[in-house]
């Protein structure tokens, strides 16, 4: 029970830091990310397509909250992984951390990994992990055309995103918006099965 409650009073005081950031989207489940100005030139070769269920977890490397670097799909191989994109400041990406958390509680041991990445400055993320620690990973990104979400196949840059990725490195799974209560059990059902392309639903 005080664990509960201990979750309650963290959750609201980050929600209502974020409120003054997440007012000044439009309302619904997503926000957009903030981007950084880009920097690329005029003449640069196009962005491969996003990947697709089926496809394979692109290859990238973030680094975590002590900056050593994390890569993907190497590091989470072997076990079912789900991939969850947020920031500080999104408000329905606040709402679905205690279910989140009590996820990856859950599957500790085994069944899919969780991993958060955080489109947001260090300092932001350690504050909020602060009032509201949670105990899967976090790695951190800087927010623009080419961060993790883009490369997960984020095409609309709303927050939060989730994909589901199977022990083989391959996407299963792509959501857009926040996980209701209990919805995350049945939404990483499909890591259980076959992830050639051909089965996938």
């Known amino acids: 029970m ?43 070769a196009p962005a491969p397509p996003p990947p697709k269920p089926g496809d394979p977890l692109p290859a990238f490397t973030l680094p975590d909250l002590d900056g050593m670097p994390v890569v993907f799909p190497d590091r989470f191989l072997g076990r079912p992984l789900l991939i969850n ?24 041991d085994n069944g899919p990994q969780v ?12 504050d909020f992990l602060g009032n509201v620690p949670v105990y899967y990973p976090i790695l951190l990104d800087t927010p623009g055309p080419g961060d993790a979400g883009a490369k997960l196949g984020n095409v609309q840059g709303l927050l939060p995103y989730s994909v589901l990725v199977d022990a083989r490195g391959r996407i299963v799974k792509q959501k857009l918006g926040p996980f209701k209560a209990g919805e995350i059990e049945s939404w990483a059902e499909s890591t259980a099965g076959p992830s050639d392309p051909a089965d996938l639903h």
Do not use: N, Q, Y
């Not at 994109?85 to 500790?108: G, K, N, Q, T, Y």
């Not at 991993?115 to 350690?126: I, K, P, Q």
């Open 115 to 126: 991993v958060g990445v955080a489109l947001d400055t260090h300092e932001a993320v350690l």
């Open 2 to 44: 005080r664990t509960a409650l201990w979750w309650a009073v963290g959750i609201a005081a980050a929600a209502g830091l974020a409120a003054g950031a997440w007012l000044s989207h439009p309302a619904g489940p997503v926000v957009p990310a903030m981007t950084e100005p880009s920097t690329m030139p005029a003449t640069a």
């Open 85 to 108: 994109v947020w920031a500080s400041w999104c408000a329905p990406c606040i709402e679905e951390m205690p279910e989140l958390a009590r996820f990856a509680a859950d599957h500790a």
